[in-house]
């Protein structure tokens, strides 16, 4: 999911992801990590959030893997310049 980073750049948006997500701010993380890999799904924001065993993360229930898996096409759908 995140090629090409070091352990500590992992850790990194690891702590970014859980702050956004306590914070309710889905979209934020959404381009956060599709500018890393842009086919990623609602399994890869699983994974980023679950890194670090060291603190507690969300889980996400079934209402909010739908709404996430929306707005992961939403943001994925380019904009047309003409």
Do not use: A, G, W
């Not at 842009?38 to 893997?65: A, Q, R, V, Y």
């Amino acid at each position: 999911m995140l090629p090409n980073k070091s352990l500590e750049e992992i850790l990194y948006i690891n702590k970014i992801c859980n702050h956004l997500i306590n914070n309710n701010r889905v979209e934020e993380i959404i381009d956060i990590l599709k500018s890393y890999n842009p086919k990623f799904n609602i399994k890869d924001i699983e994974l980023c959030i679950k890194i670090d065993k060291s603190f507690d993360f969300t889980k996400f229930n079934s209402k909010d893997k739908k709404q996430i898996n929306k707005l992961i096409d939403y943001v994925s759908i380019p904009f047309s310049t003409n």
